[in-house]
């Protein structure tokens, strides 16, 4: 929606749209296209080899020609938790607006809106409990004002003529069609549930689990972990290889006992470059989670170290 309703028709050539190295897919591709359409150049803030994001390096992210800055508020592969209040601040001063993909913080760590004065925030449902298929986009006001609709229909009118159309004030502007009602109950759910839990305890509770996980795992052979070893600023996922064995391989093994990991390259193809591997094991570290479930981790770790060793 930002993409296509804000960012197309403000775009010219020469302009730059600025993301990280660390994005997942959501938050890459539509930048790549919108770049593409309108002549505006997609620049990348590369990463150190923690994962941390390199804002010394990227030359010209705050200049005169950025237009956006999109990042990730929490890596989905490295679990690292960005300065994000520091871009948006420094980006602020110069009239850059800011957009954070908060998908992986929503529901994990606190997050506000107004403390972090970002423009744009983009969340989705199914990573805080909720359905999949929806999520949830803030916006200031006056970016508001300036974002097209990009779905037309039933719902979002004001008057329809054969000349022309108005629309009805946001947020019904923007949400065109009959609603998705029952997944937004579901959402409504999810939010209260994580809530009543509290999201600093959430956040304590899993990255304690991931810190641990972090050690167990590092006392295995050949086991990398990718993203900060400092656990102030990861949130609870955790991401590694084994040398010699395949993610896919070491999240079968994991599957069969029982361990739910996920393996693969998470949506987040320009990292794995970065990384330079194919793909990650992922270990996401939830509420329910007990310190047994990181023992159950680490033996399953050992156990594909010893099928796949014979
Ligand atoms: C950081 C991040 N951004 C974006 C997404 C994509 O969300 P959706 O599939 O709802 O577009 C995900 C995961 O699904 C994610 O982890």
Redesign the pocket.
Known sequence: MVAQGWARPLLRPGDEVWVSRM?????FLPWQQVCRETGAQLRVIELDPEGTLDLDGAMGLYGPRTRLISL?????VLGIINPIKDVIDQATARGIPVLV????SVGHIPVDVNDLGCDFL??????MFGP????ALYAKPERLDEMEPLLLGGGMVDQVEDTGSSWMPYPAKFEAGSPNLADAAGFAAAAEYIDNLGLEAIHSYTSDLAHTAIRKLSRLDGVEIYGPGDSARRGGIVSFNVAGIHAHDVGQIAGEMGVAVRAGH???QPLMHHLGVAATVRASFSPYNLSEDVDALVEAVSEAQIIFRQ
């Open positions: 994005e997942h897919h959501a938050n990730c508020h929490v890596s989905n993909d908060a998908t992986q983009a969340f989705s449902a199914h990573k999949s298929g929806i999520g998470h949506c987040c």
